[in-house]
């Protein structure tokens, strides 16, 4: 129902607003902006409401759980990106460097550094896609079985780009990646 509701407003004031679009070409990330910031706004308006009552504390275990399983498959999903895209990662987010400071400590212009941020952003919703269809959906395509048998556990940029690769081109993998939460936000 969450879900609902964010899409429903994203898409109202992306209709209300769109005369603000500059570019037309840049209408999936302006959108795609919309969504992340409604999406904070749900969560910010709907945390207040639980903060201290007894719903919040009796499904707290789970969410938990469910967060720390979260926050494992994103530190997996980031072993997808290279060097630099992991580097940048550890910087902005778990150091929680701004964009000026990034621009500082990588040595690179501010615009630059926008574009990396968002070219990481549709690498790492890849990653996480590609890990996520590589872990539960094995054992329904015979050649992506074969693909995760030859990597031996072992997941990189290389093993990232393979498995979207064959996503890309097999109708069941393809299918299959399209419906994890991960792919929405990058380019399948």
Excluded at 164 to 175: D, E, P
Aim: with cysteine; hydrophobic share 35%; charged share 25%.
């Amino acid at each position: 129902m969450a879900g609902d509701d964010v899409v429903q407003e994203t898409f109202l004031r992306a209709s209300m607003h769109i005369e603000q679009l500059r570019n037309a070409h840049k209408l999936e990330a302006w959108v795609r902006a919309i969504a992340k910031n409604e999406s904070y706004k749900y969560l910010r308006q709907h945390q207040r409401l639980f903060v201290g009552s007894e719903p919040l504390h009796a499904y707290s275990t789970e969410v938990d759980s469910r967060i720390s399983e979260l926050r494992l498959a994103m530190m997996k999903s980031r072993e997808g990106l290279s060097n630099r895209d992991q580097q940048f990662l550890h910087l902005h987010l778990d150091q929680e460097l701004n964009r000026e400071e990034l621009s500082v400590r990588l040595d690179i212009s501010m615009s630059n550094v926008y574009k990396l941020g968002q070219r990481i952003e549709v690498r790492l919703a890849q990653s996480c896609a590609a890990l996520a269809l590589a872990t539960s959906h094995q054992f329904s395509c015979e050649v992506l079985f074969q693909l995760i048998r030859e990597s031996k556990g072992e997941y990189s940029p290389l093993w990232r780009k393979r498995i979207t690769h064959h996503a890309n081109k097999c109708t069941t993998c393809g299918g299959a990646i399209k419906k994890t939460p991960a792919s929405r936000l990058g380019s399948f």
